[in-house]
């Protein structure tokens, strides 16, 4: 998935996967590709927004675990972010000396962190996130969002190497029972592939690969190491998350304290505390205090987040750019006004009720748009006599199973008289089955006419 949408990217001077579909499959299926991309990226970026905050806030409820010891260095790695962008733009420093600074400087702002947590609340989190969010889609990638990320994957690296590290080294029981059965937990089947996403397939992933990705690529055969080796990278970090989560806690009564039922397990907050306190706690085991060890999990956490949130709203930019220009509206294709359009979009979904609802539609839009990504990858290569099973495949699994459990939530959604969900999945619903329509007829008016190569 993940490399087929960078590679049609390549070879379509670095689109984004909704023209890819343009060309692929026509116009219709673009303009189709660019709605459920809209939604789905805009839903997400409210998310993490949330996430972030949740996170950073200081709150002194004991009940609801925040660390917020983890504002400083998460606002300083942007600060070390620029100072390194501009370095190596101006070629003063290269990028080993970068890496190395910069992870110190970020290592030793962990530790700060502790000292001086920010006394600062939710909403004033969000609103700082969504200016952030602004600048970082609107600025050259090389001055923020690049040096960001690339300091940014070595603390994330160096965690998934202690937390495997301490895995390896002590073993720890899985305290977690098998099941867990509860009277109001929905059926595994579907639910467990919309649930686990970016560790498995994402959608989002074909967004970042067409969208930024593409762009900084040097070669076309990079992209078996990018496409491939990212991915595998993100499973592992997907195993460890799970680990945690499952064996970071010295007792299986104190882990059932977490997930008392599947209400509270789905909560937002009480997602993020576990992982962070069960990773600590394999942190403790190797010699790092656990107060330090929660505020560098947390650290990773929103570093992670930030940087779905700053690629995300540029991708969402972009996304927002494409459909202006498809409806001829010249006037909103400004970088400015679209990144408005965009966290006004997102900020919406931060803040309202209505994106806490929408949260339910977004595993099922990511892993749809997973799976219309391989349909397009699929067109692709059939259209051009090459092998296509290797994306055919998944994608029936991946489409099968998405429309399936977005059927199961219309009718729970339908029973329980939500009328923002049923209408905003059944729309979802309905546009899927229209680019799959799409692709029929495509094949229908068009089989004996291959696309060329560079299509």
């Not at 078996?224 to 007792?251: D, R, S, W």
């Amino acid at each position: 998935h993940d490399f087929a949408s960078l590679v049609l990217s390549l070879r379509n001077k670095g689109k984004s996967i909704g023209e890819v579909a343009d060309k692929v499959i026509g116009k219709r299926a673009k303009i189709l590709f660019l709605l459920i991309m809209f939604f789905a990226i805009a839903l997400a970026m409210g998310v993490f927004a949330k996430v972030v905050a949740s996170l950073l806030q200081f709150k002194e409820d004991a009940s609801f675990v925040t660390y917020p010891e983890a504002s400083f260095p998460a606002t300083m790695l942007m600060v070390i972010a620029m100072v390194s962008g501009v370095l190596m733009r101006k070629k003063i420093v290269g990028m080993v000396p970068v890496a190395i600074v910069g992870t110190i400087l970020t290592f030793v702002c962990v530790y700060l962190g502790t000292l001086i947590p920010f006394p600062i609340g939710y909403n004033t989190w969000i609103a700082a996130l969504l200016i952030y969010s602004f600048a970082a889609s609107v600025l050259p990638v090389w001055f923020l969002l690049q040096p960001r990320d690339f300091i940014n994957a070595f603390a994330l690296y160096i965690g998934m190497i202690l937390l495997y590290t301490a895995a390896v080294l002590f073993a720890p029981k899985i305290v977690a029972p098998t099941f867990n059965p509860n009277p109001d937990l929905p059926s595994m089947l579907p639910l467990l592939f919309i649930t686990v996403a970016c560790g498995s397939i994402s959608g989002f992933h074909s967004v970042v690969a067409s969208g930024t990705t593409s762009k900084q690529v040097a070669k076309e055969s990079d992209a078996k190491l990018i496409g491939y080796g990212a991915m595998l990278a993100e499973g592992a970090l997907g195993i460890i998350a799970v680990i945690v989560c499952c064996a970071g806690f010295p007792t299986q009564e104190e882990w059932l304290t977490h997930y008392t039922s599947w209400g509270q397990a789905k909560g937002l907050g009480a997602s993020l505390s576990v992982f962070v306190q069960g990773a600590a706690n394999f942190l403790s085991w190797i010699g790092i205090p656990l107060h330090l060890g929660a505020t560098f999990v947390a650290l990773i956490v929103v570093s992670f987040a930030l940087t779905t949130l700053d690629t995300g709203t540029r991708i969402l930019r972009y996304n927002t750019e494409e459909l202006m220009d498809t409806f001829h509206l010249s006037a909103f294709k400004n970088r400015y006004t679209s990144t408005l359009i965009a966290v006004a979009a997102i900020g919406f979904l931060a803040v309202s009720p209505v994106g806490t609802e929408l949260w339910l539609l977004f595993g099922t839009t990511n892993q749809l748009l997973a799976g219309l990504v391989l349909l397009t990858a699929t067109v692709y290569l059939v259209a051009n006599r090459k092998p296509s099973w290797v994306t055919g495949v998944p994608m029936v699994a991946m489409l099968g199973i998405t429309l399936w459990a977005l059927l199961l939530n219309l009718k729970s959604f339908i029973s329980d008289k939500q009328t923002t969900l049923i209408m905003v999945g059944g729309i979802i619903f309905i546009i899927a089955i229209a680019i799959v329509i799409e692709v029929l007829l495509f094949f229908y008016f068009a089989k004996k006419n291959p696309l060329p190569e560079e299509a």
